[in-house]
């Protein structure tokens, strides 16, 4: 098996370029060939999977978060959107929520069953914004939780506080905005504080923001907080932890193959924890359109864990 390794260095708070240095050596002990290509600038790897997925690889293997993720993904698509090689999972990031849906749970885990060739299809979300268009293979956000992440990253300084920091900023001048749209296309009109399309059930690591998921069913997860005051947005806050924040009333659920968004304000968006794009926006679902290395597909031991 030859495999291409796309390594993202800052990403585990710059933990990646070591990890990736440790995968490589394992990877060697299981007989694999491998390249490693590492990133050096917001992008770049992108720009690599673009030229390199139709290249001769038994698969694309991604070292890093939901981020790097999101860049490797993207790259892919835009070289051959038909996917013909895998792509594999070296988690190393702060969050890693898509690949504890996989389930991926160490790098010496993901490196066995890469080294066994085992896989699944998975979905991928398609979202047309009003300044571009890209994939997601986690979630997509805009309202609040945007809000707070775009805040958060002129504070970076601070590390974990960053967060902290945004969530006060952004809860002080709390406001809700009228939304309309359509969901399989049924009309939706409402007075909310976010929106979050899932592909997978979790989102910043632990947090369970969908707890219905699954990233093989062909559907996305919306959920939406309606208008409520900054103590009910802090209480459901802790609640996002256990998934329970979907029983608050302020709370809506749905499951769609297809959506569309137009806020009154235009908001900024987080695919995968990326700060890039602008609604209005219109997500549509890729049903098992990707191909990953993973252990055999159980998505309802999955759904328990």
Same mark, same amino acid.
Request: hydrophobic residues 45%.
């Given at each position: 098996?030859?495999?291409?390794?796309?390594?993202?260095?800052?990403?585990?708070?710059?933990?990646?370029?070591?990890?990736?240095?440790?995968?490589?050596?394992?990877?060697?002990?299981?007989?694999?060939?491998?390249?490693?290509?590492?990133?050096?600038?917001a992008?770049?790897?992108?720009?690599?999977?673009?030229?390199?997925?139709?290249?001769?690889?038994?698969?694309?293997?991604?070292?890093?978060?939901?981020?790097?993720?999101?860049?490797?993904?993207?790259?892919?698509?835009?070289?051959?959107?038909?996917?013909?090689?895998?792509?594999?999972?070296?988690?190393?990031?702060?969050?890693n929520?898509? %690949? &504890?849906?996989?389930?991926? $749970?160490?790098?010496?885990?993901?490196?066995?069953? +890469?080294?066994? *060739?085992?896989?699944?299809? #998975?979905?991928?979300?398609?979202?047309?914004?009003?300044?571009?268009?890209?994939y997601?293979?986690?979630?997509?956000?805009?309202?609040?939780v945007?809000?707070?992440?775009?805040?958060?990253?002129?504070?970076?300084?601070?590390?974990?506080?960053?967060?902290?920091?945004?969530?006060?900023?952004?809860?002080?001048?709390?406001?809700?905005?009228?939304?309309?749209?359509?969901?399989?296309?049924?009309?939706?009109?409402?007075?909310n504080?976010?929106v979050?399309?899932?592909? %997978? &059930?979790?989102t910043?690591? $632990?947090?369970?923001m969908?707890?219905?998921?699954? +990233?093989?069913? *062909?559907?996305?997860?919306? #959920?939406?907080?309606?208008?409520?005051?900054?103590?009910?947005?802090?209480?459901?806050?802790?609640?996002?932890?256990?998934?329970?924040?979907?029983?608050?009333?302020?709370?809506?659920?749905?499951?769609?193959?297809?959506?569309?968004?137009?806020?009154?304000?235009?908001?900024?968006?987080?695919?995968?924890?990326?700060?890039?794009?602008?609604?209005?926006?219109?997500?549509?679902?890729?049903?098992?359109?990707?191909t990953?290395?993973?252990?055999?597909?159980?998505?309802?031991?999955?759904?328990?864990?």
């Amino acid at each position: 098996m030859r495999l291409l390794m796309l390594v993202n260095p800052l990403a585990g708070r710059k933990r990646g370029g070591a990890t990736a240095e440790k995968a490589l050596a394992l990877f060697r002990q299981h007989g694999l060939e491998v390249e490693m290509r590492t990133s050096g600038y917001a992008g770049h790897l992108i720009e690599i999977a673009q030229k390199e997925v139709k290249g001769a690889w038994d698969g694309i293997i991604a070292v890093g978060g939901d981020g790097t993720l999101y860049e490797v993904v993207n790259g892919m698509m835009q070289g051959d959107a038909s996917l013909p090689i895998p792509l594999g999972i070296i988690p190393v990031g702060t969050g890693n929520s898509f %690949s &504890r849906d996989v389930p991926l $749970d160490s790098v010496e885990h993901a490196i066995t069953v +890469i080294a066994a *060739g085992k896989s699944r299809k #998975v979905d991928l979300g398609h979202c047309a914004a009003a300044d571009r268009d890209f994939y997601f293979i986690n979630i997509l956000g805009f309202g609040f939780v945007a809000d707070v992440a775009q805040k958060a990253s002129l504070y970076k300084r601070w590390g974990d506080l960053s967060y902290v920091i945004g969530v006060f900023i952004i809860t002080r001048h709390l406001k809700s905005y009228p939304l309309t749209g359509e969901i399989d296309g049924r009309a939706y009109h409402g007075d909310n504080i976010f929106v979050e399309i899932c592909n %997978s &059930r979790k989102t910043g690591g $632990d947090m369970i923001m969908a707890p219905d998921a699954a +990233i093989d069913d *062909g559907r996305l997860d919306v #959920v939406i907080m309606s208008r409520a005051s900054r103590l009910r947005l802090l209480a459901a806050l802790p609640k996002i932890f256990k998934g329970s924040h979907v029983h608050m009333k302020e709370i809506a659920t749905f499951q769609a193959e297809k959506v569309h968004f137009a806020p009154a304000e235009t908001r900024i968006l987080t695919p995968d924890g990326e700060i890039l794009g602008h609604t209005p926006i219109t997500v549509s679902v890729l049903p098992r359109h990707l191909t990953v290395f993973a252990p055999a597909s159980d998505s309802a031991a999955v759904a328990q864990t």
